[in-house]
């Protein structure tokens, strides 16, 4: 019998995440990221699933985009840190990836370059998020260096991103539009600004490329309590089961540290999954799951391959239930608050050991 952590992945949930960016965007194409492994949902079954729908997939390096290939991805795909060195070009060359450029060293390697092929290239550029991009100053001339490149494809995509788009009292967002349409100005073009947040709340940062990411895995960058988080389907589902019970006396601890007492007689469930798994160690002692559809406090220390919960008021377990650790109850929101951090963070970390099964 194998283990019983699974991370299943609602196929058709994301088609509905997937149609919903696409709508949002209106005349604009919707680029699906799915750098990091798909955020943590298994890059090659959500890499299948998305590439009849999309006209290219986004990640954020060679290796990622190489294992597409491997995947039998034929789609273009878009490398969102560009190329890191020389020798990366002929690989782009090669096999069709297309590249965010983003530095002056990169510009140098391109008009060094001689390619069989020409690449497709998007031209970043800093409107404000100071972390990737040339400076606004910068883009017509780097446009132009560009357009005269024979390494270079001739439709050169404008980009650039944004730093605070899920704050919508906050005027950052407003600033980097501004930035961005005046750098941009006189460049004849299509253009790609809006990630999740942006695509989901800013209508004038949707242009002919919008790059939706943490959307599509059905949660909105705005929390749980947003209106269009209901219109968001969760694809993943991460279960296990209980594995062991047992009676506590009043007195008795559990797990690591014994940091947790029974205070009174308590029934224990034991759990396959832990934060070895990706379960988050800091949701200790604040956390709760689903079984049999009631909830049961994590009691005691997450610990690498198991955690602990107190199911004194769970009539029904025995050894098989079935335990949910995030789906639709515990929301992946709540779980990020718990440990502490934010939904895409606890999604992106469920770790290789845990198998993606993809529901059709
Ligand atoms: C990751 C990423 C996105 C997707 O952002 P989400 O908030 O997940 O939608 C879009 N553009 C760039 C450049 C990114 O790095």
Known sequence: MSRPVQARIDLPALRHNYALALHLGQSGQALPIIKANAYGHGMDIVAATLEPLAPALGVACMEEALALREA????????LEGFFRAEELVLASRHGFW??????????????????????????????????????????????????MPAVADEIVLATHFSN?????????????????????????????????????WPA????????????????????????????????????????LRQLAAGETVGYGDSWTASRPSRIATVAIGYGDGYPRRASGKAWV?????????????????????????GTVEIGSEVIL???????????????TNGYEVMTRVTQRVPRIALS
């Not at 039998?72 to 490398?79: A, C, D, M, Y």
């Not at 497709?120 to 910068?138: N, Q, V």
């Not at 100005?185 to 999740?196: E, G, H, K």
């Not at 994590?298 to 769970?314: A, C, F, K, T």
């Open 205 to 244: 940062a949707r242009s002919d490329w919008n790059r939706p990411g943490f959307m599509l895995y059905g949660h909105s960058p705005f929390g749980a309590a947003d209106p269009q988080a209901e219109e968001l389907r969760p694809v993943m589902t991460l279960r296990s089961e209980v594995i062991a």
């Open 290 to 314: 689903s079984i049999d559809g009631q909830r049961a406090p994590v009691v005691g220390r997450v610990s690498m391959d198991l955690l602990s919960v107190d199911v004194s008021q769970v």
């Open 99 to 148: 590249l965010m450029l983003h530095h002056e060293r990169q510009l140098a390697a391109l008009a060094k370059a001689r390619l069989a092929r020409p690449v497709t290239c998007w031209l970043k550029i800093d409107s404000g998020m100071h972390r990737l991009g040339f400076a606004p100053e910068r883009a017509g001339a780097v446009y132009d260096q560009l357009r005269a």
């Open 165 to 201: 788009a899920e704050q919508l009292h906050d005027d950052s967002t407003e600033r980097q539009l501004r930035c961005f349409e005046q750098a941009t100005a006189t460049i004849q073009a299509p253009r790609s600004l809006a990630n999740s947040a942006a695509l989901m709340a």
């Open 326 to 340: 995030w789906g639709r109850d515990p929301g992946l929101d709540e779980v990020a608050e718990w440990a502490g």
């Open 72 to 79: 039998g991805i034929r789609k273009p795909v878009l490398l």
